[in-house]
DNA sequence: TTAACATTGTTATTAAAATAACAGTAATTT
DNA sequence: AAATTACTGTTATTTTAATAACAATGTTAA
């Protein structure tokens, strides 16, 4: 239908309607570009042109219809169906993780987490029922779990991560330290916060 | 001195460096670009393209020197004296973040966590002593700490950053899912998990 | 009624990043 | 000795993202 957007787009469009949601519970029906622009502070030209990806048109006087948008851009971004989420590895990030979802409704709902710390097994994070991992393959099937979010140490990060395309998840995003592989079929978003952190370091020892 | 690099190329020297260190360990002395390449699942051109830019130079027959590779990237990265790091905010994410720096040796120390739980401050995190947040600016400049990682929930986000510039930091991680504003001179690296997995969702939707 | 203004939507330009192309060269093979 | 191979280092090209420029238009002011 649509086509493809650019990555970075994406990423704005979610942010966009994060801020919109907000600012609708202000009572507020209307908005110009430059008052979008200001909430994520960037420029008014990128809103406008985003927007303008996306095939939606606000009104010269009045701006955009802030609940039109923001259902505009959930038909973007979301799925009719909602998509399921695992988190594999309980550790402090897992619990983060799960710990931000929990209140948002979003179409994107965290149904599994997985660690191998029987301690941890048949317990409940944020309102997620945690599993051994020796099952993750099986429930990630049969649940049609479609992203996993892995928050495993480093030396896991790997095998978990075949066995999750051998599941047929279809979405990762990898916390941990150490880069993945995944054939093109899948999509691979790193988190890397050493890198990230060294890279800050970088730039605040060159100003 | 060196010119200033494009921001992914800092970004994969820093995992060149670990990765480089990991392969040390294994015994070998040399390496090649594809080797390299192969370690993070990109491109040997690219490998090639990032340490010209560092201005080193490897052998034609053996490739690059591990060591002096590893040298050459932390005099880039690294400064001398080291750089101090604060984590605002001992939520899960915060403690995820302590552990992942507690036992990794580099020339970036945490020195300082700050949070307004009393039952948090005075204890010890990782190794990382936990202070109240109201004595935050304080010994932000006392310490001369540069760069503060922002984990703290969403709300307070803006106000612990006004503070953290005022108080002289130059770099900020901020892993709250509010926008931040800085002046420039101080760098900002955001990191905001929902936007990726919204995004992660996006493109397995597209597929 | 006409001019000035504030806003959107879109095209054009620039900047940043990734990829491709290829020249140069030591070692090895024929 | 010449050709081939397997690399590096660098320039050229392409792709992606951001920014700038500007036409179009309803609204307000003169």
Redesign the pocket.
Known sequence: MTRR?????V??LSQYRRALLNYLSGGKHH??????ANLLH???????????LI??????????DVKELIDIIGKIIDTKEGQKVAVIGIGNLGRAIMGYFSGKRTRLTIVAAFDSNPEKVDKIYAGVPCYHSEKMMEIIRNEGISIAVISVPGEYAETVAQDLIMAGIKGIVNFSPKPLNVPQHVYLQEFDMLTMLEKVAYFVKKS
Do not use: N
């Not at 957007?5 to 787009?9: A, R, V």
């Not at 908005?31 to 979008?36: D, G, K, L, P, R």
């Not at 095939?55 to 955009?64: D, E």
């Open positions: 957007l650019p990555d970075k787009t990423e704005r908005i110009f570009s430059h008052e979008i960037i420029t008014a030209v990128q809103v406008r042109r985003d927007i303008m095939g939606y048109t606000g009104t010269l006087r009045q701006g955009y």
